[in-house]
């Protein structure tokens, strides 16, 4: 692999942030990773309007997630997607997040690409934003597609733990979880942030402790203090300078409140 020097590097080289686009950086880490988290551009961002916390604001995130045509986007996923498949081990699986202005693309390039789609989680929120025009049902959920890059190859899936987690019965692919909360954005917010608790059940779910994950949209780098968090090694993506301060951080709070964190996360207490 052609050595790179990452923007940033934890005291313990557990947290690792590369200031690059991730089509410049995944294939030089061949065969690498265990497993992949995803949340690329929705292209969503068309100058609409939506409500959050009781005030119209508008839905744009940043040029990053302007739409293109629908030729353009299926373009962008399949080369990242490609050079993710690159990335992954063998036995390695990757998770991307998406809504209904992206999902289905995503789906197609997977499947253009031979990974065999394992699930198709949707994460129910709690307290979604109301729809604006009210000429639609409220938008309430995301979906994450789980997928293994071998047809062949065995991926990570730790039953007996989601199990538990469950009330020992098998875990659904409905999960329940809210927005982001006050104490995730005491660092700073990144637009389209994940839930801490969700990163965490996902990680737990397709990872092993041993297991090197990688972000290549890692935005304010919640996979990243997940995957500390659940002791694994995580190399992040960035190519926004203002997220990857958040991210550095965030992995600061993270070392100076670890016990904390957990108590704040459900899941833990079952491990």
């Known amino acids: 692999m052609n050595t790179l020097t990452p923007i940033f590097a934890s005291s313990d080289q557990d947290f690792v942030l590369y200031h ?26 068309n100058d609409g309007l939506t409500i959050q916390n009781g005030q119209i604001v508008s839905v744009n995130k940043g040029e990053w997630d302007r739409g293109g045509e629908i030729g ?14 690159r990335a992954l081990k063998d036995t390695g699986s990757i ?14 390039v997977l499947q253009k690409l031979d990974f065999k789609i394992l699930n198709i989680i949707t994460w129910q929120k709690t307290n979604p934003p ?16 789980w997928a293994r890059k071998s047809q062949k190859h065995k991926h990570i899936f730790n039953y007996e733990i989601l199990k538990k987690i469950n009330g020992d019965k098998q875990m659904r692919d409905v999960w329940t979880f809210p927005a982001i909360t006050p104490w995730e954005k005491a660092c700073g917010k990144h637009p389209t942030q994940k839930p801490l608790p969700l990163l965490v059940r996902l990680i737990l779910m397709a990872s092993n402790p041993d ?10 780098s919640t ?15 960035e190519k926004e300078l203002d997220f990857i301060k958040i991210s550095k951080n965030r992995k600061i709070e993270l070392q100076n409140n670890l016990e904390l964190f957990k108590k704040k996360i459900s899941d833990f207490r079952f491990l």
């Not at 297991?211 to 304010?220: A, Q």
Request: glycine share 8%; charged share 15%.
């Open 95 to 108: 998770l991307i997040s998406g809504t209904y202005h992206n999902i289905f693309s995503l789906g197609r």
């Open 211 to 220: 297991s090197l994950i990688c972000d290549p949209f890692s935005g304010s």
């Open 223 to 237: 996979t990243g203090i997940a995957s500390n968090l659940l002791g694994r090694k995580f190399v992040g993506i």
């Open 130 to 145: 109301p729809n604006f025009s009210c000429r639609y049902l409220t938008h309430s959920t995301e979906q994450i597609i």
């Open 72 to 85: 353009e986007i299926d373009s962008f996923n399949l080369k990242w997607i490609s050079n993710a498949k």
């Open 20 to 45: 690059n686009d991730c089509n410049m950086l995944l294939p030089q880490f061949e065969g690498k990773f265990d497993l992949i988290f995803a949340d690329p551009p929705y292209f969503l961002s």
